[in-house]
């Protein structure tokens, strides 16, 4: 039935081309149908509208693989033979630096598993890595990046955001902040956590003192995949549509002084009005783009969806896959925890089981798609592990944390593939060739992705801040 | 006053500035700065390594060149040598060798000009005497830098208007076709539109007035009520204005209000984030303190005073510690430690102890003197007259700061009942001593099964490990399971947790004392004071080298910032002592001080912007040179002088500020067009600002709308009902999960002020945070107002929001249950608190009665909160998976708000425009 106010429903969105936030305006007006492959469309001219990069680059979008809690080098791609010889000597660690729980007695420990040279590039690797070793002239090691802290949650932070303490915008916001956006259906930025948040939760992918659009959107692996995406219960799409008309036709009236005066206030409640138009697409369009369904069998068997412990890990690295293909820039992939103070034989092996498989399946799909020349992949933990075992070991062993050493690997766009990069002590305590600190690799990453960490800068707290924190270099050996 | 200390240019010593040749100057003041930057470091710096054999450090190296043996400049003429060519980067060579780092034309240009003028090469002190005859701006006398450049740089006297004594600046007259100013005030903005051709936008209308006057000073809406009180007050718009605003600062919702913006301030937080998010048990009562501060118009400078030193003031006998001024005192101190902190087993003391330094250091330094110190922790300030000795000698007023959770008795005024919420803690403590119990007796089975047996304990592992038979291995079912170890450890971490938890409802403060540091062991219970506060080391402060505490440099002493003015008793260069205790009373005294002209600039300022949306300074934390500067300054020393003439108290300056007509005036211009031309950024307020409201003002109207708001004042944090997916959401913390978010049962509870909900730093209330509230690790100065599409979602989708339209639909038929018109035109007089216009109330009325149609047809089954969740966590010590029980006692005592299984379909279509009004811009934006 005619409602008195109405009014035509495009008419009543005023005219607005700006971003209506994370998520900008975008041809999903016009763009019904999805194709499978290109993103669908740009982000208008808004906060989150695509950017060009500094200086051209051959990535373009980033998956960031973060393996939480800390994942042995020494026992995955950096192994020490020496450790054979010190096997359960004692070991002292000591100074002003050490935390409580470093006390007592520590013991070298060697490796539980066995090594290969895997690839042309003979990249050191453990045996049960079997499905990654098949990429390994993908990927480009680096054994020289150290961290500052061998706490969990400020490692972590400093990972993920340049900053040790917190508060500061996460890598994937800053990446997004530089360049935009290239699918406005979609965040630009998205984390796939594992079902319990890490220590320190939402901080981790938090947008800090950057505008609320770049900060990341954790996607669920079950249920709605966004929060309130879902209308609540009962209420149907038609429904829906129905309250959001009255809302246009108050919202317009409420405006109509201000828009015939021409005030620019009228612009800040046309774009609360576009809003709700845009979360109302996105209701319909996003849980089909993100549906790995869609995916045939041959491929969810190559990321080994629905194996025991290949499922959870390959439906993210699926997903990750499907999401960079649709133009997402950032997308950050959780897998822990991987903090094997004991046990460590099971514990790490367990893990790698359950990554190796959907890891070399991401990397495998990527390049059979070409996507894999323009995207930067990213394996790295918070820091690495001691060579000792923990003073919480008991004879079944395991590992402390050590940031003075850890593996990090790349591959993709702009990195030197097949090549591994720096190098630890003879015991794997202490990177000791081409050292460089985590706002090192921070820098480099941007790098990669055309940024400059120095121009990548917002004020804030009265001075121009950077993912870096204060400016770092470029670690040049990792270029291609 | 002038700049009183700080010099300007100084007579030339070498040379008389008329004799420099023109090539002297661009030596001095362009060519050798460009040489230094960019040439030196390969090419000159060191002489046994130079780059292709080339000096630029003298004039012979010049003219000799490098290895090529040709000149690299020729006097006179820039095309003979070979310097400016390679200057140039073309043909993809050049120099220095990074493209990147090439000579910008402009600096080009100065090198080709001195070789043409001969490249002359003056000596040092001419060059020197040449800068500084040249230099603009002042210097600014300080405690001196890390380096002589800094120490006698200069700087642009607009940028030093914060350091600058308060005048107390004449009111301007009323310009023509102006009226008389409503408050001096007035005066200011009114000289400012004149010059700029504005006319002020007319009076608000009453209605307008009231709505913005009372979420300005409560964030509240006005009651319908209250509305139409106003509206029939038959006084003058001034004189019934001036009642409306009496009444609202006379409220006990005055005090939260102005809490809330203060808390934004001060990083505000009931947990202490990182690792473990440990519930602070006792920050309630800071935050209860400063919302009395304000209801008491308690002076600011005592606030100050109170928050840096109330302990001091406590513990050297100068307020008797269970008075209630004592109690204030002692709880204000909370402050210094709110930001986020923890110390694990897993933590380093000294790196801990210096992020507490850091933060409270620069959080100082924001909220007091609207100076961000962080700045200055690793270099000397880049912008601004402040060394890096002066942010260690701030930090070392800190230096005998310790933590303590001190007795401190219920202050007469604080909410002190916390019906049935111990019981719960209790009941989740016994059930951790049960698992405990549990293991601990499987525990011995094994044992005694060895002990039986005359062999030694062990687990399955090291038995095996150590190659023991099976028939010496106790059997399976004796060995602790994966589950059984994580829950082991699970049940030591809810006992610590919900043990100090149980704190929350006891006399007790999050407080500080002065003393000697004591040992530093991992934090996970309150930490109480030592009987013997000498005992420990007393931290010697120093310069931290690129801000490392591992790198202590030159030892400071206890200091202030030391730009000239800022020393307020010039004889004592150094008013902070360094004795342990009294460090910050001197520091509270030197901020407090009225020849220190920063905070009461800085509270005046924040005022403002509390009122007006925007400070006069646009950055309440930044008056430095990397903050903007204050559109109207007069009108800002006048306010400060203000405030401290009237004894620093808040309410006085609030009230004379909204009885200024600026405050009053309409928000819609009658010629936008002309102030967008005039006066783009708006700061001449010709107008009133349009503002969204704040999240927490956001769902406090939405409860208002309904009427289930409970506006009991303060007390332990209440928990409302978030998203359940949210709430049940597993989080880490070390060795376990963060419990869930249990609602409290009690509705009454779950619809207090967002002020009293417990904000937890790892647990974010999504509505609160997709509308901006600030993450609270650092001071907010103003809040962010994004339009995300999420907000939208979580408004229409949101569960929360669909219970407050379920619940105002349901209020509103319960009083009229017939007529429809009514039903609707009482939803918007709660919304808007206006009357429905007739479109809009036929329009809603049809909407409703389609919504009804629809809803007639479908079914709800009732939603019970969930009594447990799974929890499924990964063992790390064997990396495998094991799952565990979280049982949410509170469930069963939970008395739900009106779900659409008990609601009629009529109520339900109600609902639906109730839904509507609530998402509508006039609800959301105060006009």
């Not at chain 1, 609320?212 to 995406?229: C, D, F, K, M, V």
């Not at chain 1, 790349?410 to 593939?417: I, R, S």
């Not at chain 2, 001024?325 to 402050?335: K, S």
């Not at chain 2, 440099?553 to 004795?579: H, K, N």
Request: charged share 25%.
């Amino acid at each position: 039935m005619a409602s008195p106010l109405a009014l035509p429903r495009r008419d009543a969105l005023f005219s607005l081309g700006a971003s209506v936030g994370g998520l900008a305006l975008s041809a999903l007006l016009a763009d019904e149908g999805f194709g499978a492959k290109a993103p669908s469309a740009t982000a208008g001219d808004g906060p989150t509208a695509p950017k060009p990069p500094h200086f051209p680059a051959k990535a373009k979008r980033c998956i960031f693989l973060t393996m939480e809690g800390g994942p042995s080098q020494i026992d995955t791609f950096d192994p020490k033979p020496k450790l054979r010889d010190v096997h359960l000597q004692e070991f002292q660690a000591g100074g002003e630096q050490k935390s409580a729980m470093a006390s007592g007695k520590r013991y070298y420990v060697e490796s539980p598993f066995q090594f290969m040279k895997a690839g042309e590039s003979g990249a050191d690797m453990g045996t049960n890595w079997p499905h990654l070793a098949g990429v390994a002239d993908d990927l480009c090691f680096y054994r020289g990046c150290q961290a500052e802290s061998v706490n969990h949650p400020t490692a972590m932070a400093h990972i993920n955001t340049g900053n040790r303490f917190g508060g500061d915008p996460a890598v994937g916001s800053w990446v997004t902040y530089g360049l935009g956006s290239e699918n406005a259906d979609l965040p630009a930025f998205v984390v796939l956590p594992e079902v319990s948040h890490p220590q320190g939760g939402a901080a981790n992918w938090g947008n800090g003192f950057l505008p609320a659009h770049y900060q990341g959107t954790p996607l669920r692996a079950e249920g709605s995949p966004i929060l309130n995406l879902a209308p609540p219960e009962g209420i149907t799409r038609d429904h829906q549509r129905r309250n959001l008309d009255l809302l246009a036709e108050l919202n317009r009236r409420h405006a109509a002084d201000r828009i015939a005066a021409d005030d620019p206030f009228a612009q800040t409640l046309a774009a609360r009005v576009e809003s709700y138009e845009l979360a109302f697409r996105m209701q319909a369009r996003v849980p089909g783009l993100i549906d790995i369904d869609g995916e045939d069998q041959a491929t969810k068997d190559l990321y080994g969806v629905d194996a025991t412990d290949t499922d959870a890990f390959g439906r993210k690295c699926l997903l990750a896959r499907r999401l960079v293909e649709r133009g997402v820039r950032f997308v950050q992939l959780y897998h822990g925890t991987w903090d094997s103070h004991d046990q460590l034989a099971r514990a790490h092996g367990n893990l790698i089981r359950q990554v190796d498989r959907p890891i070399a399946a991401l990397l495998t799909d990527l390049k059979r798609r070409n996507l894999l020349d323009e995207t930067l992949v990213v394996w790295t933990g918070e820091f690495g592990r001691s060579p000792d075992n923990s003073p919480r070991g008991g004879i079944a062993y395991g590992r402390d944390h050590n940031a003075k050493a850890m593996t990090i690997w790349m591959a993709g766009g702009g990195v030197k593939a097949g090549h591994t990069i720096g190098a630890t002590d003879e015991l794997g305590a202490e990177a000791v060739e081409c050292v460089h600190p985590i706002r090192d690799l921070h820098v480099t990453l941007l790098h990669l992705l055309g940024l400059d960490d120095n121009r990548l800068t917002y004020f804030s707290s009265g001075r121009f801040k950077q993912l870096s924190q204060f400016g770092g270099k470029v670690i040049e050996e990792l270029l291609a | 006053m002038s700049l009183l200390g700080w010099s300007g240019a100084a007579a030339a010593a070498n040379g008389e500035p008329g004799q420099w040749t023109n090539g002297q100057r661009l030596f001095a003041l362009q060519v050798q700065p460009v040489f230094a930057a960019k040439c030196v470091a390969c090419h000159g710096d060191d002489p046994a390594d130079l780059g292709g054999a080339f000096d630029l450090s003298s004039r012979a190296g010049l003219l000799t060149g490098g290895e090529s043996g040709d000149p690299a400049i020729v006097p006179g003429d820039h095309g003979a040598g070979s310097l400016y060519d390679l200057l140039k980067w073309e043909d993809g060579y050049g120099m220095p060798p990074k493209e990147t780092d090439a000579l910008t034309e402009a600096q080009r240009w100065a090198v080709r000009d001195w070789i043409d003028a001969g490249a002359p090469w003056p000596d040092a002190a001419t060059v020197e005497a040449i800068r500084e005859a040249h230099a603009p701006g002042v210097t600014v006398p300080t405690s001196g830098g890390l380096s002589k450049d800094w120490t006698e740089r200069r700087y642009d006297p607009a940028d030093l208007w914060a350091y600058q004594p308060i005048d107390d600046p004449p009111i301007p007259p009323t310009p023509e076709g102006f009226a008389a100013p409503a408050d001096s005030a007035d005066a200011f903005l009114n000289a400012s539109l004149s010059e700029a051709g504005l006319a002020p936008a007319p009076r608000a209308d009453r209605r307008t007035l009231i709505r913005r006057a009372t979420f300005d000073l409560t964030g509240l809406p006005p009651t319908p009520e209250e509305i139409t009180a106003f509206l029939t007050d038959d006084r003058d718009d001034r004189a019934a204005f001036a009642a409306v605003v009496d009444r609202l600062l006379a409220s006990p919702h005055f005090g939260e209000r102005f809490a809330s913006n203060w808390l934004d301030v001060v990083r505000y937080a009931d947990s202490a984030g990182f690792a473990n998010d440990f519930e602070r048990p006792n920050a309630w009562r800071y935050r209860d303190y400063v919302v009395r501060s304000f209801n008491d118009d308690k002076p600011f400078d005592r606030f100050l005073t109170e928050q840096i030193a109330g302990d001091e003031l406590v513990d050297s006998g100068r307020l008797e510690a269970n008075s209630p001024e004592g109690i204030d005192a002692l709880l204000a101190v909370g402050f210094l430690r709110m930001g986020p902190w923890e110390h694990t087993g897993m933590s380093v003391a000294k790196i801990t102890r210096q992020q507490f330094l850091d933060d409270v250091t620069d959080t100082v330094g924001q909220t007091f003197l609207a100076q961000p110190l962080q700045c200055a922790k690793c270099h000397d300030h880049k912008f601004d007259p402040i060394p890096t000795r002066d942010y260690y000698a701030i930090q070392a007023a800190f230096a005998t700061t310790q933590f303590a959770d001190r007795p401190v008795p219920f202050h007469p005024e604080e909410a002190a009942e916390f019906a049935g919420e111990p019981e719960y803690l209790r009941q989740r403590l016994e059930e951790a001593r049960a698992i405990q119990r549990r293991i601990a007796a499987k525990k011995e089975a094994a044992k005694k099964w060895y002990a039986d047996r005359g062999l030694k304990y062990g687990n399955l592992n090291q038995k095996r490990e150590e190659g023991a038979p099976p028939e010496e291995i106790a059997p399976e079912e004796l060995e602790l399971t994966v589950a059984e170890y994580g829950l082991e450890r699970v049940a030591k971490k809810m006992l610590q947790r919900h043990g100090w938890e149980l704190d929350r409802y006891k006399p007790m403060a999050f407080s500080v004392y002065s003393g000697a540091s004591p040992p530093m062991k991992p934090v996970f219970a309150a930490m109480p004071l030592p009987k013997d506060r000498t005992k420990g080391t007393i931290a010697a402060s120093a310069i931290l080298t690129g801000g490392d505490p591992f790198s202590p440099g030159t030892p400071v002493e206890p200091g202030v910032l030391s730009a000239a003015l800022l020393s307020v008793s010039p004889e004592s260069e150094d008013p902070v002592p360094a004795d342990v205790t009294g460090r910050r009373t001197a520091l509270a005294g030197w901020l407090t001080d009225p020849a220190n002209p920063l905070p009461a600039r800085v509270y005046a300022n924040r005022v403002w912007q509390w009122l007006f949306g925007r400070g006069l300074a646009a950055n309440a934390n930044n008056f430095g040179g990397g903050g903007a500067t204050p559109s109207h300054p007069e009108l800002l020393d006048h306010l400060a002088t203000r405030l401290v003439r009237g004894e620093w108290k808040t309410k006085p300056l609030v009230r004379a500020l909204m009885l200024s007509d600026a405050y009053a005036r309409a928000s819609l211009h009658p010629d936008p067009a002309a102030v967008a031309e005039a006066d783009p950024t708006g700061s001449l307020l010709a107008a009133a600002r349009p503002r969204r409201l704040t999240a927490e003002e956001l769902r406090d109207a939405m409860l208002a709308f309904t009427g289930e708001l409970n506006p009991a004042i303060g007390g332990a944090p209440v928990r409302p009902e978030i998203e359940p997916e949210v709430a049940l959401q597993p989080r880490q913390i070390m060795g376990s999960f963060a419990p869930a978010w249990q609602p409290n049962p009690s509705p009454d509870q779950r619809h207090r002020r967002t002020l009293y909900t417990l904000k937890l730093r790892g647990l974010r209330d999504p509505l609160l945070e997709t509308f901006n509230a600030p993450a609270p690790d650092a001071p907010c100065e103003m809040r962010e107002t994004s339009t995300i599409a999420p907000q939208a979602l979580a408004l229409m989708n949101g569960r929360s929001t669909y219970l407050r339209a379920l619940a105002a639909a349901d209020a509103v038929l319960a009083t009229d249950p017939d007529a429809d018109e009514a039903a609707v035109e009482s939803l918007f007089r709660r919304a808007f608190g206006r009357p429905a216009t007739d479109a809009e109330r036929e329009a809603c009325v049809s909407h409703w009665h389609a919504m009804t149609t629809r809803h007639a047809s479908l079914h709800f089954d009732p939603v019970r909160p969930p009594t447990e969740v799974v929890r499924i966590a990964v063992e790390e010590n064997t990396g495998e998976r094991f799952s565990y029980v979280e049982k949410l006692e509170q469930a069963a005592d939970f008395e739900p708000d009106l779900g659409p299984d008990e609601a009629d379909a009529r109520t339900r279509g109600l609902a639906e425009v109730a839904l509507v009004l609530l998402n509508a811009n006039e609800f959301l934006y105060v006009e």
